[in-house]
């Protein structure tokens, strides 16, 4: 099986990098890989970063075409392709919920499933020339990766309704006007840029970051008190030994 994607590790980041030639298209085989790494880093608590990027012009130019193809040729194919889809909806919950920051670096287009992938992600940096859209609506179909439910979430239901149902494809730097990303920077400055915004975050602890991520995600969560999580996640870290021993530091230096 071809490599799809690799995994560098640089201090306590992770840099995972598709390499599916031509475009990072989404196939069976790319996905797997996604979630295995997924397991890895989540798993290790010395990761406190996952950094998403591309070695291709595009980053990820969404679902692979020729699975959809072989999807459209047989009666029973619909089916298949909802269970394609239901998959990358599993996995892009799994890395909005994963217990460290993710970073998706967006170097080239971010179209359909790639900017689904890149919107479950903690945040995101694109070039200002990379193009960033949701053009389902023109072939007749939904971005039902978690496209719809997470960009409504991000910029509004009117940004949302523009996007997806004129099916518009935007610029990285009209992208950060809009809120998609956090951050646009031109192309050439892109790669060392992320780098450095990863490793700022890894400077963080892994507990404070997943305990905020959390608190985060209530905010909007059907059903779950933020300000209670926020008391649970703040007891839980007046406990651990990185916040105790940052905390007296703190204290000491003031103290001075």
């Given at each position: 099986?071809?490599?799809?994607?690799?995994?560098?590790?640089?201090?306590?980041?992770a840099?995972?990098?598709?390499s599916?030639?031509?475009?990072?298209?989404l196939?069976?085989?790319?996905?797997?890989?996604?979630?295995?790494?997924?397991?890895?880093?989540?798993a290790?608590?010395?990761?406190s970063?996952?950094?998403?990027?591309?070695?291709?012009?595009?980053?990820?130019?969404?679902?692979?075409?020729?699975?959809?193809?072989?999807?459209?040729?047989?009666?029973?194919?619909?089916?298949?392709?909802?269970?394609?889809?239901?998959?990358?909806?599993?996995l892009?919950?799994?890395?909005?919920?994963?217990?460290?920051?993710?970073?998706?670096e967006?170097?080239?287009?971010?179209?359909?499933?790639?900017?689904?992938?890149?919107?479950?992600?903690?945040v995101?940096?694109a070039?200002?020339?990379?193009?960033?859209?949701?053009?389902?609506?023109?072939?007749?179909?939904?971005?039902?990766?978690?496209?719809?439910?997470?960009?409504?979430?991000?910029?509004?239901?009117?940004?949302a309704?523009?996007?997806?149902?004129?099916?518009?494809v935007?610029?990285?730097?009209l992208?950060?006007?809009?809120?998609?990303?956090?951050?646009?920077?031109?192309?050439?400055q892109l790669?060392?840029?992320?780098?450095?915004?990863?490793a700022h975050?890894?400077n963080?602890?892994?507990?404070?970051l997943?305990?905020?991520?959390?608190?985060?995600?209530?905010?909007?969560?059907?059903?779950?008190?933020?300000?209670?999580?926020?008391?649970a996640?703040?007891?839980?870290l007046?406990?651990?030994?990185?916040?105790?021993?940052?905390?007296?530091?703190?204290?000491?230096?003031?103290?001075?």
């Amino acid at each position: 099986m071809e490599q799809m994607l690799s995994v560098e590790r640089i201090g306590r980041v992770a840099v995972a990098t598709l390499s599916r030639p031509p475009v990072n298209a989404l196939n069976d085989e790319l996905l797997a890989r996604l979630d295995s790494v997924l397991n890895e880093v989540a798993a290790d608590e010395e990761v406190s970063v996952l950094h998403i990027r591309s070695d291709q012009k595009a980053f990820c130019a969404g679902a692979d075409l020729a699975l959809m193809r072989s999807c459209f040729a047989t009666p029973e194919g619909p089916d298949v392709m909802v269970e394609v889809v239901r998959r990358m909806q599993r996995l892009f919950e799994r890395i909005e919920a994963a217990p460290l920051v993710t970073v998706a670096e967006i170097g080239g287009a971010a179209l359909g499933g790639g900017l689904e992938l890149a919107l479950a992600c903690d945040v995101r940096v694109a070039a200002v020339e990379a193009k960033l859209g949701l053009p389902e609506v023109g072939l007749g179909l939904v971005p039902g990766a978690g496209g719809t439910q997470r960009l409504t979430r991000l910029c509004g239901r009117g940004i949302a309704s523009r996007l997806i149902l004129g099916g518009e494809v935007v610029d990285g730097a009209l992208a950060e006007r809009l809120g998609i990303v956090q951050w646009a920077q031109p192309r050439e400055q892109l790669a060392e840029w992320t780098r450095e915004l990863a490793a700022h975050f890894a400077n963080a602890p892994r507990a404070a970051l997943a305990a905020n991520k959390r608190c985060i995600a209530a905010a909007d969560g059907p059903g779950r008190d933020g300000y209670a999580e926020e008391l649970a996640g703040s007891r839980r870290l007046y406990d651990h030994p990185e916040t105790r021993r940052r905390v007296s530091e703190f204290l000491s230096r003031k103290g001075t």
